[in-house]
Every structure is written in C-alpha cells, then in structure tokens.
C-alpha cells in the first residue's frame, strides 16, 4: 500500500464511528418543592450502573416527612445519609435546621461530583458529600463529629446482600447517648414485589442486633417502573420505619402530614 493510501478519505484503521458506541446521556435536572415551600433543584447523572440517575419515590416522602418532623428528627441534629444520590433528604435536613449533614454515596467520580454539585446548588450551609462504602472503616465520616443522631436509608434495603454491611456502618456512627435520641430512617418500596420478604428482612437482622423496628405508615404514589412485573399497588407504596436502641416516640404513623 503507498504510502498515504490508507489515510485517503479520512480513513482511520482504528478509529471507531461516531455512532459505533451509544453515547452516555448527558445529566437531567428536576425540581422538588419541599414541605416548607422552598424549591430544590436536582441534578441527575444522565446514567449510572448503580441507579443514581432516578429521583426514587422514597427520597422526596423521607425528605417531606424530615421537614413535617423536624423538630423531631432534624434540628439541632448530627445526619449521615448512605446512599444519598441526588441527595434530597440531606437537602431538606440542611433547610430544616440540622447542625451537621454528611450525604454519601459509593466513591464514584460521577455520582460524588453531582452531589456536590446539588449540594452547591441549593445552597446547603452545613452539609458535605462525602464517598463511603457501606460497611468500611467510618473513621473518613466521624472527622468533624464523634458520632450521629440520625441515619438515613432512602430506597437501599432492596439490595439484599449489603444489609449487614448498611447496619455495621449504623451501629459504627450512630450515637450511644439515648438523650440524643439516636434513630435510623428507612424508607423504601417493594420494586420486586416477589421479593419483599428479602425486603423486610433487614429489620429482623436488624432486631438481633438490639434495634427496635416500628412502622411509621405508608405512602402511595404512582410506580417507578410501569412496565415491570409485580402488583403496581405494591411497587407503587412507599413505607417508613423507625429503627431505635431505645423508645422514642414515632411521629406521624399511620397519620397524613
């Protein structure tokens, strides 16, 4: 071949085709009005192996629910979140008056820069987006606070096999001083209604380890995927527990905000 042939006409021997590849969708953005009439606006990755590109119905009612009971659960209060995403319930703790918030989520370059990003954008004063993996060494998440009030857990207890590790991290961070009325929130739905009892037993691993377990109530909103098997009813409902080392009350069960 002369030389110079094969370049003739833009060849590239190796070079793939625009199209060859389906390109990653660029980041979507949404807007949540919280309970306390304020806006927040939530950047989405465009796509993400881990699911980070959903608004998950759980996250805007546990975020409601923080603000309707903030006096409860969030002011003057130290919260990590796991698995925070686009980080809506950190939002709406930090608007309510927490002291402290730590928004986590797996240490990828994608989903920790959108955090931050949702972070920066509505303003949080005293929230942080830090990596963490369920169940490592806490020590990165306990360097500006020696402890917790309040955990947050927004549609994570589907993934079965990471439950022990979801409540290492909790009896890692939580604090022991029950003036503080320490308490895990999770909130979640049945997206594999057959399923379910995989679902639930995180509350029984979670009763050997000394936890309390409470049902707050459930909500009905519309299912996040449509087309997928299973009861749309049941897809379609989110519930809310209270996980407690001592009793403390749980406001608004069974009762509309």
């Not at 930090?94 to 994608?110: C, F, I, K, L, N």
């Amino acid at each position: 071949m002369a030389s110079g042939e094969g370049e003739e006409g833009g060849w590239g021997l190796f070079e793939e085709p625009a199209d060859f590849r389906p390109k990653t969708p660029p980041p979507t953005e949404v807007t949540q009005r919280l309970v306390d009439g304020s806006e927040a606006r939530l950047r989405l990755v465009g796509t993400h192996p881990l699911w980070g590109h959903y608004l998950w119905n759980a996250a805007p009612t546990m975020a409601d629910y923080l603000q309707t009971y903030a006096s409860h659960f969030v002011r003057g209060k130290s919260i990590l979140e796991l698995g925070a995403a686009a980080g809506l319930p950190s939002i709406a703790a930090d608007r309510a008056g927490a002291a402290h918030v730590v928004a986590t989520d797996y240490p990828d370059p994608d989903l920790m820069e959108n955090l931050r990003i949702n972070l920066a954008q509505n303003a949080c004063t005293n929230a942080s987006a830090r990596g963490y993996i369920w169940g490592a060494d806490c020590a990165p998440l306990l360097e500006d606070v020696p402890s917790y009030d309040v955990v947050l857990m927004s549609d994570l207890i589907f993934n079965h096999q990471a439950h022990p590790a979801l409540l290492d991290t909790c009896d890692a961070c939580l604090t022991r001083d029950a003036t503080r009325a320490p308490c895990v929130l999770v909130f979640f739905s049945h997206h594999r209604p057959h399923l379910a009892d995989k679902d639930q037993h995180f509350f029984t691993l979670a009763e050997e380890r000394g936890y309390r377990c409470e049902k707050i109530r459930e909500w009905r909103l519309q299912p996040m995927f449509p087309e997928d098997p299973g009861d749309a009813t049941v897809r379609a409902t989110v519930h809310g527990w209270l996980l407690t080392r001592v009793p403390c009350g749980v406001p608004g069960r069974n009762s509309d905000p």
